[in-house]
């Protein structure tokens, strides 16, 4: 099995992890080691969480102590702020892991009077490193050093003095500045910090904001050069990195039930393949809801853990409609088998929406998860900027081999087909699920058909599907000569059929009786004449035995005769002159 | 802290000096030598007999540059009277040091 693995340790330099999720991903390991590293960004893009995750997490999982010097905040602040982002570091503090140094500078305080350097800095420095051992650091924000101290001359020798200081300790140092006008930090201290620099963007897009991280430029290293969307949540930052830059994911073989058995058989007779990305759209009422939580009831059946995000509709609603349809999703949540996740697609721009996704996926490891409907969230956004973003959640899904089923709605059933509508986001799709409702006869009844399953054979037949109160099931549907017979007017057609079909069978049983009828009497007119014949053939006999026994006994007579007459007259010679007396 | 001289005209040392002045040096560098040389002499200048200087080398004692925010060194702060004032350099300039100190410069 291909390991997808960071390059090898020796080709690359050192490098101090971060322990952000993802930032290590792009990095090719986290930060140089033993180097600065500038971190920049507009005001409110997340220097300082970014920063403060980054000695944390160094301290807490890397077993490197950091020092915390902050020239703007102090440390109550800090300490506040993080706190949001579940970190303790009174605790820190208290355990020897982090020291919190709140430098203070007040301009009006200062008066120049001649030669000085920044030497108490280093000896404050030092101080906080050499008492916890400390290997990392966080400038935030050196900049205000400049703001601080009139002579900039002075300044920057002391910087670059700095952080040859730092080199000479073999300190990972963070250093954050704020954007510049046409420059990465107002007061250039990309110069002095060259190994490693950073942006962080905060921008809004169609009134939703999202956050992005680039890496500028990392010395030494390969590194991934994109915009990465970021997100700073309940348990720290989070990058999306995109996970597979090559097409690596398994392709298992195992088959997954929907949950309806008419589809399964529809799909091979077994179902979709495990991690396949299953798409259901439709015009609206077709009933894509349902059949998302159907995946979602079947996984849970089978014991599997399973997770449903809505976009449209609150939990509470959804267990109320699925119950409507026989389908109970309350016990599994209590199981804890089932988690259901509801947000308003505008609360967050698409990447961050993507982002808790994928941080609810990873803790909670389902094995199917279910989006409802994704097209809310893609509302705004041009396909181009859909697709990549899409693609991330895909591969990371397929790569945990987790099915997923994405709900979507299609504008309309009449003018458009809705195909064209999807075309750009099916084609990550490995099955496609179309419902429509087809309209005849003054009503309109669902159908669904498999528009396509990859690697594996599929029905391509449209089949009417019904939803009440014991399920989902779907039903043939009727071609009859005026096409495809829906709903009532198929049911019409299958008593009309049945009726039919009755009639022929009563028919042929009438038809079988009445040979027999017929047969019995021609036997009987058989066995008749059979009779006769034989008694015919009796008479005959008996005529036959008569006629000799008379022509016997005439010549007997005639030869008694002759004797009484007296001899002499022979008699007049018969054909029983032969015969003696 | 270590080498404090105190320097007060009259003997009595129930009389606070008014004013109480810190310098932090790191180590004996030709800047923390002049800074100090400096100093006396301003305050003999003009600030005789109400001044008491403290001298504190960081090199010897780290932590306590962050009790008074030092950044910079030669820092000279003015802990009395309030509010404290903080000057950096090595004290050349005289007059900005007055003005630092807030002292009115004595006309000789």
Redesign the interface.
């Given at each position: 099995m291909a390991k997808r693995s960071l390059p090898p340790k020796s080709l690359a330099i050192p490098k101090a992890a971060t322990g952000i999720t993802g930032l290590d991903e792009i990095t090719g390991g986290g930060f140089p080691a033993g180097r600065p590293t500038l971190l920049s960004g507009s005001a409110g893009a997340g220097k300082t969480m970014l920063a403060t995750e980054f000695l944390i997490r160094g301290a807490m999982e890397y077993g490197e102590p950091g020092v915390f010097v902050m020239f703007e905040e102090n440390s109550e602040e800090l300490t506040a702020n993080v706190r949001s982002l579940g970190f303790d570091l009174k605790k820190l503090v208290a355990q020897k892991l982090l020291v919190l140094?709140h430098?203070?500078?007040e301009r009006s305080?200062?008066?120049?009077?001649?030669?000085?350097?920044?030497?108490?800095?280093f000896?404050?420095l030092?101080?906080a490193i050499d008492s916890i051992g400390a290997k990392r650091v966080v400038l935030d924000t050196l900049e205000a050093?400049f703001a601080g101290?009139p002579t900039h001359a002075i300044l920057r020798a002391e910087l670059r003095r700095l952080f040859r200081w730092l080199k000479e300790r073999g300190i990972t140092a963070l250093v954050t500045g704020e954007t510049g006008e046409n420059s990465l930090t107002r007061y250039g201290l990309e110069e002095y910090v060259a190994d490693c620099v950073i942006t962080l963007d905060h921008r809004v897009n169609g009134q939703i904001s999202t956050r992005r991280l680039r890496v500028v430029k990392y010395r030494g290293s390969a590194h991934g050069t994109n915009e990465y969307p970021f997100l700073i949540g309940e348990r720290g930052i989070s990058v999306l990195p995109i996970t597979s830059l090559r097409l690596d994911h398994h392709a298992p073989t195992e088959r997954v039930s929907t949950g309806i058995a008419g589809l399964d058989e529809m799909l091979g007779g077994k179902g979709v393949f495990r991690g396949a990305s299953v798409l259901v759209s439709g015009a609206p009422g077709t009933g894509k809801s349902s059949i998302g939580a159907s995946f979602v009831d079947a996984a849970c059946r089978r014991g599997e853990r399973a997770i449903l995000f809505a976009y449209e509709e609150s939990a509470e609603q959804i267990l109320r409609n699925m119950r409507s349809i026989g389908m109970d999703l309350a016990p599994w949540i209590k199981k804890g088998l089932l988690q259901i996740h509801a947000s308003r697609p505008t609360l967050q721009g698409l990447e961050q929406h993507l982002l808790s996704m994928h941080e609810a996926v990873s803790s909670f490891q389902p094995k199917v998860v279910t989006v409802d409907p994704i097209s809310n969230l893609v509302l705004s956004r041009s396909e181009e900027e859909v697709k990549p973003t899409l693609m991330r959640l895909i591969d990371h899904l397929k790569q945990e081999q987790i099915t997923t089923v994405f709900t979507s709605l299609t504008t309309g059933s009449g003018s458009a087909s809705p195909e064209d509508s999807q075309v750009g986001v099916s084609s990550l799709m490995d099955t496609w699920l179309l419902l429509r409702n087809h309209e005849q006869n003054g009503e309109r009844n669902r159908t669904i058909y498999v528009l396509k399953a990859r690697g594996m054979s599929h029905s391509n037949q449209v089949r009417e599907f019904l939803l009440n109160d014991d399920g989902i099931s779907l039903v043939d549907v009727y071609l009859g000569e005026e096409g495809v017979l829906t709903g009532s007017s198929r049911t019409a057609q299958e008593a009309k059929e049945k009726a039919a079909g009755q009639r022929q069978r009563q028919d042929h049983a009438r038809r079988l009786r009445q040979f027999e009828v017929r047969r019995k009497a021609i036997e009987s007119q058989i066995a008749s004449l059979q009779a006769e014949l034989e008694s015919g053939v009796a008479e005959l006999d008996f005529s036959v035995a008569e006629e000799a026994s008379r022509i016997d006994t005439a010549r007997q007579n005639s030869a008694d005769m002759a004797v009484r007459r007296g001899g002499g007259a022979r008699p007049a010679p018969g054909p029983e002159t032969k015969g003696k007396r | 802290m270590k080498d404090s001289k105190a320097s007060s005209k009259s003997g009595s040392n129930a009389t606070v000096p008014a004013y109480q002045l810190r310098l932090?040096v790191?180590g004996q560098t030709a800047?923390s030598l002049?800074?100090f040389q400096?100093l006396k002499r301003i305050c003999e200048t003009h600030l005789a007999g109400q001044y008491r200087i403290e001298l504190i080398d960081?090199?010897k004692t780290?932590?306590l540059?962050?009790g008074d925010?030092?950044?910079?060194?030669?820092?000279l702060v003015r802990r009395l009277p309030e509010p404290?004032?903080?000057?950096?350099?090595?004290?050349?300039?005289e007059e900005?040091?007055l003005?630092?100190l807030d002292v009115q410069p004595i006309q000789d």
């Open positions: 140094d430098v203070h500078i305080e200062i008066e120049e009077t001649g030669e000085y350097d920044l030497e108490g800095l000896i404050r030092g101080h050093l101290l | 932090y790191a800047k002049t800074a400096n960081l090199l780290p932590q540059a962050a925010q030092i950044l910079a060194v030669p820092t404290i004032k903080k000057i950096i350099g090595d004290l050349s300039n900005r040091v003005v630092g």
